[in-house]
Nanobody, 119 residues
Framework: QVQLVESGGGLVQPGGSLRLSCAAS????????MGWYRQAPGKQRELVAA???????NYADSVKGRFTISRDAAKNTVYLQMNSLKAEDTAVYYC?????????????WGQGTQVTVSS
């Protein structure tokens, strides 16, 4: 069973920072593009940031310049550094692994971690 274990969510004031972590199994991590999605109440889940197995990144326009996604192969972990947080960043954040060796591409999801930005 594939497991993606997220951590690092919480309550932070506007302008503050948080770092989310997502640990995966070595096999899945090595053959997957990794990403972070978020879902706010009443809204659809949306892509926040993604990083390929080769290290290429892309970001939602709303987080460019504030969030940074990275991956550490030694720890089989992907990170999302979130700076200058805004109230509209409040959501449940989900880690995603998208395999590169299957067609159609198999997706795996973490359980989600709550991020609340509020004063």
């Amino acid at each position: 069973q594939v497991q993606l274990v997220e951590s690092g969510g919480g309550l932070v004031q506007p302008g503050g920072s948080l770092r989310l972590s997502c640990a995966a199994s070595r096999m899945i991590f090595s053959i997957s593009d990794m990403g972070w999605y978020r879902q706010a109440p009443g809204k659809q889940r949306e892509l926040v940031a993604a990083i390929t197995s080769g290290g290429s990144t892309n970001y939602a326009d709303s987080v460019k310049g504030r969030f940074t996604i990275s991956r550490d192969a030694a720890k089989n972990t992907v990170y999302l550094q979130m700076n200058s947080l805004k109230a509209e960043d409040t959501a449940v954040y989900y880690c995603n692994a998208k395999r590169t060796d299957t067609l159609p591409r198999l997706n795996y999801w973490g359980q989600g971690t709550q991020v609340t930005v509020s004063s």
